[in-house]
């Protein structure tokens, strides 16, 4: 199965023959194209022309994030799998009132079941999470549902973590050490779950749950916050309570962020995560947690149009 490969130094990416290598001052390090699925740049890096055809001709996406670990943008290949009966059928499903708040709310169940498992699994208290309904008539109102989970499982979160403060989310910049590895972690989920979606045949910009905004992919936004409390929040936690990632390992300025030593531990580990193997109950096999992503993006294709109902994940692992 192909990889992430992660870059957390300033360079070059560049062309060298039919290998591609990363360039600085420093080193020179081939880059194992035909095995990466993506590639994440977390400092300045500049592609050349030779980089981007070999890329082009991979179908490998560059992701790029500033110094808090925010998504900036992305280099994308021309998309691989491209249907335009499937993308009609999601912008049908977006533009029909009833048909788009089915699916908004079924990404809003798939958050609830997935805070819910995470709190199990570390035998916390989880039933005033478990009690809240689901209940709008309207994206908007679901997202304000969405929000209230947030707020209640943050709240239980705080008391797992054994080392560091959590009082609530800050953004723009991350104004603490939890908030910073939760900023570094949801940036690049939305990466992983952008890259799998292109490898469906659906259209990242049309969302349901998310409203579709200019310069974002909203359909990968509504996809990862299903996924983030089982991989970004599971890991953090590791992390911290293992003391694996520490007080030395961030910087600090107008806000907080991962020093280089500390952005390769926690990316390993969230790497990890993402390659770590479930044994899904309705195929009976074991499948990667970064192939579930992309099994809940074959799912709405054959909802867009009309084979099979979509009912999104409930995560039981």
């Given amino acids: 199965m192909k990889k992430a490969y992660y870059i957390t130094q300033m360079g070059v990416l560049e062309r060298r023959g039919n290998t591609l290598f990363f360039v600085n001052e420093n080193e020179k390090r081939p880059i194992p194209i035909n095995s990466t699925s993506e590639i994440h740049c977390f400092k300045p890096v500049s592609l050349t022309s030779g980089a981007i055809k070999l890329l082009s001709e991979k179908n490998v996406p560059v992701h790029f994030y500033n110094k808090y670990g925010y998504y900036r943008g992305s280099y994308m290949p021309l998309e691989g799998q491209i249907s335009g009966t499937v993308v009609i059928k999601q912008a049908e499903h977006h533009l029909d009132p009833e048909k788009r708040l089915y699916v908004a709310r079924q990404f809003v169940e798939g958050i609830k079941a997935s805070m819910v498992a995470l709190l199990k699994s570390q035998r916390a208290e989880y039933k005033s999470l478990a009690e809240i309904p689901i209940e709008g008539s309207s994206p908007a109102e ?176």
């Fill in 142 to 317: 679901l997202m304000g549902v969405e929000s209230t989970l947030w707020l209640e499982f943050y709240n239980v979160y705080a008391t797992l973590l054994k080392y560091f403060e959590f009082s609530g989310r800050t953004r723009r910049p991350p104004q603490d050490e939890v908030n910073a590895m939760i900023s570094y972690g949801n940036s690049v989920l939305y990466s992983v779950v952008l890259s799998e979606i292109r490898k469906t045949y659906l259209h990242p910009a049309i969302s349901f749950l998310h409203e579709p905004l200019e310069r974002r992919y909203s359909f990968a936004l509504d996809i990862a916050d299903v996924f983030k409390p089982v991989t970004v929040f599971r890991i953090i936690l590791r992390l911290v309570n293992r003391r694996q990632i520490r007080e030395e390992h961030f910087e600090k300025d107008m806000g907080v962020m991962l020093n280089r030593t500390g952005l390769k531990i926690f990316l390993t580990e969230l790497n990890g995560e993402l390659g770590k193997k479930v044994l899904h109950p309705r195929f009976k096999r074991k499948v990667s947690i970064r192939y579930l992503i992309r099994l809940e993006g074959y799912s709405l294709v054959k909802h867009f149009l009309g084979d099979k109902k979509y009912k999104s994940l409930r995560v039981w692992w």
